[in-house]
């Protein structure tokens, strides 16, 4: 979502467990996300909220949730992410295919009552792709059934294909054995 500023503010997350109470309590923090974005609120004060109303809308104290929200500046030549016990985010850039460094920034949601992310800077420069993606995209099963895609496969894979492309990146990671989501971010200059 875009802020009147130009800033671009994107999250994706993961609640653990499976079933409706733990999608409906993914669909809350998601809207609670959207509203604090849209107050301004930003940063280790968005995140204790959201981590505060996990707390109080979980059903149970074992309830965790992992996720990675970044502010792409209005220039968008760099982005400001927090990955909060999350899958590193895989960045194209100026030919190279690698993670962002520095991840995670802290544990995830519902964990620890005091618990503290730092911010990671990222230059992207003018032409760019960055994928944000939940645990199941790399825990898909590949080859062998005990043999998980893992990060390091997924970085192989964008890297055979030259570019982030969602389309083939589904068709070639395997089985899949849990719930995947997948945003993917790009600026062209052409």
């Known amino acids: 979502m875009q802020t009147p500023d130009g800033a671009v503010h994107v999250v994706v997350g993961d609640v653990c467990g499976h079933g409706p109470d733990e999608a409906a309590l993914g669909v809350a923090l998601r809207i609670a996300w959207r509203t604090l974005v849209l107050a301004g609120q930003t940063g280790d004060t968005l995140l204790r909220t959201l981590d505060m109303l996990l707390r109080a809308e979980r059903k149970a104290p074992e309830i965790f949730t992992t996720l990675c929200m970044a502010t792409i500046a209005p220039d968008l030549s760099s982005a400001s992410m927090r990955v909060v016990g999350h899958p590193p985010p895989v960045l194209v850039r100026d030919g190279a295919v690698e993670v962002v460094q520095g991840t995670p920034s802290g544990p995830p949601l519902g964990i620890f009552p005091d618990a503290a992310w730092s911010v990671l800077d990222v230059p ?41 492309d969602l389309d083939r990146l589904i068709t070639h990671v395997g089985t899949l054995s849990d719930d995947l989501a997948v945003v993917m971010l790009r600026r062209r200059t052409e």
Do not use: F, N, Q
């Open 124 to 164: 992207l420069g003018g032409e760019w792709s960055m994928m944000l993606y939940t645990d199941g995209l790399i825990e898909a099963a590949v080859g062998e059934p005990s043999h998980l895609l893992g990060v390091d496969g997924l970085v192989e894979l964008v890297r055979e294909h030259g570019a982030i």
